[in-house]
């Protein structure tokens, strides 16, 4: 039956039209967008999960600007750090060379001067952005290097970096030692010789009257090794009884604990409350070992003991002296080369993060545009057969007409 008031033919003609229109305009979005998912009412679900990554990845690019500020702050200090061993080694050379006899130690004390001024001066130009690591000024710094996602939350984590002091202050030498019980030999340093199978000595803390102070520091030197103790504020809290005159005893008993924790082969290290602040060294080793001791107020600096070194008048004062300080100096290199690494290998697992979530948000948003060009053709084609189609279905009706002739 046909119909001049009905024309189902275009009906059908138009609905298919207006489906093929409304393909092209999503192809063609997607081609001026070239995503698949340009919003949320194209794919609510990939479109959320997207958003949430792309702040990640806004995220990361803070952080590897966090991880390259901090890298070039640490960088700054350790090569500070390392020239000043290298400078401390130099004036450790020039100590021992002063150890002979026919050698003009003023001139020596000249050199070792000279260097001691340049050391300054290295630590005090040790600052990247105002932050130095090696002048004493910074116990810590805290360095951007993830953001760990839980759940619906996201938690930054840092890497620590300790900060050293090798800085120049006032030193007040004290009568701190005393070795073998000898008090000719009472000082702020001392040196012991342990001869191997059986070789002894010791020394004692001086008492309370020597008015120790929180953040004075007694730091040893067991043959390659280090031990340190750091009077705090409780060793020397005179309001508490119980406190009292006990500074000596808490350092032995300190030192003696770190000592033995380093596990050298042969040495016994006693301590007798007896004697407080005594510790007895004896060498049942085979080889012979040097102990040396080092005092340090806590205004004096890690270097401030290098005003002390003289080697006009004692040479095995300055080598004691130089020894410590080498050490703090080497640990403190050593220390901030290894953050250095463990902040370059996060910066590079950050880029590497960056780049793969990048890619994951792109293969879940991005639009396939040999796919995409591929269905353009098609869909300009149907558009041109839905064209002729309508056309057709339009002419229908006229053909009643002859019907009335």
């Known amino acids: 039956m046909s119909s001049i008031l009905t024309n189902t033919g275009a009906m059908v003609a138009l609905q298919t039209m207006k489906g093929i229109n409304a393909n092209l305009n999503k192809v063609q979005n997607e081609i001026s967008t070239g995503k698949s998912v340009a919003s949320a009412k194209d794919n609510a679900a990939v479109w959320a999960i997207s958003k949430v990554m792309e702040s990640d990845v806004k995220g990361f690019d803070g952080i590897s600007d966090a991880l390259a500020l901090g890298n070039s702050t640490v960088t700054v200090a350790r090569e500070a750090a390392e020239t000043v061993t290298n400078l401390l080694t130099d004036i450790k050379a020039k100590i021992v060379a002063a150890q002979g006899q026919n050698v003009d130690r003023a001139k020596i004390q000249a050199d070792i001067d000279a260097m001691t001024g340049q050391i300054g001066s290295v630590i005090g130009a040790a600052q990247f952005n105002g932050m130095n690591l090696v002048n004493g000024t910074t116990a810590s710094m805290s360095v951007l290097a993830s953001l760990d996602r839980a759940g619906t939350s996201t938690v930054a984590s840092s890497i620590t970096v300790n900060g050293h002091d090798l800085a120049f202050g006032t030193y007040t030498a004290n009568d701190v030692f005393t070795t073998s019980g000898t008090a000719s030999t009472a000082g702020d340093t001392f040196v ?142 050593a220390d901030l080369g290894s953050a250095q690494k463990r902040i370059e290998i996060q910066a590079d697992f950050v880029g590497k993060l960056s780049d793969a979530l990048t890619t994951g948000i792109g293969a879940m948003v991005d639009a396939d545009m040999e796919e995409t060009s591929a269905r353009l053709q098609a869909l300009q084609t149907q558009q041109q057969l839905g064209i002729q189609s309508l056309s057709i279905a339009n002419q229908a009706p006229q053909t009643i007409l002859s019907l009335f002739r």
Do not use: C
């Not at 070992?289 to 003991?305: E, F, K």
């Open 192 to 333: 012991l010789a342990l001869d191997g199978a059986g070789g002894t000595g010791d020394f004692t803390v001086a008492d309370g009257t020597n008015a120790w102070a929180a953040g004075d520091k007694i730091a040893l030197r067991i043959g390659n090794h280090s031990v340190s103790y750091t009077v705090t504020a409780n060793d020397v809290d005179t309001a508490n009884a119980s406190m009292a005159n006990t500074v000596p005893d808490m350092i032995a008993v300190g030192l003696k604990n770190a000592i033995d924790a380093l596990g050298i082969d042969g040495l016994v290290v006693n301590y007798d409350s007896a004697n407080p602040g005594q510790l007895a060294f004896v060498n049942d080793g085979t080889k012979d070992l040097s102990v040396s001791g080092q005092y340090s107020n806590a205004g004096a600096g890690g270097l401030g003991a290098l005003s002390q070194i003289d080697v006009t008048t004692n040479t095995t004062d300055a080598l004691g002296r130089i020894e410590t300080m080498l050490q703090a100096a080497i640990n403190a290199s």
